[in-house]
């Protein structure tokens, strides 16, 4: 991330400058590609004004916030620039979610019609989308014992692989761990 700061109507302090590269480089886990960050740190009368622009592969993102603190001005708007970073990697992770599950029913609309022609054969349906919680073998069967499912699919806290539990007829519990 490249960073330039720019001070009017105040001096430029060390510290105030390690204090923004320090907030700046937190923001780096929202960001895939290079970023240019343009700070701008103000004094009016009693007003703190920092605004800083992100600037990036077709992406812009602007911010201002204006304390009585430079300091809380600074951490204000960077808090209010990580929001919207988030905000738009959800829309971006959304939209290609989105994008994959169409084709997925796309593919599955394809085989329901191959199936129709046999209607002896059992068919598909319904289709349900989850979301795998992390959760350990406790949680998973607390879950089962709060809820009236049969089984929970979750993502195993420890080896992060995708298990299966369910309840047999007798009342005891069966653990499907699969390798991926």
């Known amino acids: 991330m ?46 703190n004004v920092a605004e800083i622009n992100l600037l990036s592969k077709g992406m812009t993102i602007n911010g201002k916030e ?12 960077i808090d209010k620039i990580e929001r919207q970073l988030k905000k738009h990697k959800d829309k971006i992770r959304n939209h290609k979610e989105n994008s994959s599950f169409n084709e997925i029913a796309a593919m599955q609309n394809e085989r329901a019609a191959v199936l ?13 989308r989850v979301v795998l919680q992390p959760m350990s073998v406790d949680d998973a069967i607390l ?15 420890s080896s992060e692989r995708v298990n299966v539990i369910y309840r047999r007829d007798d009342g005891n519990y069966v653990l499907i761990e699969a390798n991926s």
């Open 2 to 47: 490249q960073i330039s700061l720019t001070f009017r109507n105040t001096e430029a302090e060390d510290w105030l400058k390690d204090h923004v590269h320090k907030r700046l480089q937190k923001l780096n886990r929202y960001i895939d590609n290079p970023v240019e960050a343009h700070v701008i740190l103000s004094v009016e009368k009693f007003r």
């Open 66 to 77: 204006e304390e009585k603190d430079m300091i809380a001005a600074v951490d204000n708007v």
């Open 116 to 128: 129709e022609e046999d209607e002896d054969q059992p068919k598909v349906v319904e289709v349900r």
């Open 143 to 157: 879950e089962i014992e709060d809820s009236k499912n049969r089984f929970v699919m979750y993502r195993d806290l």
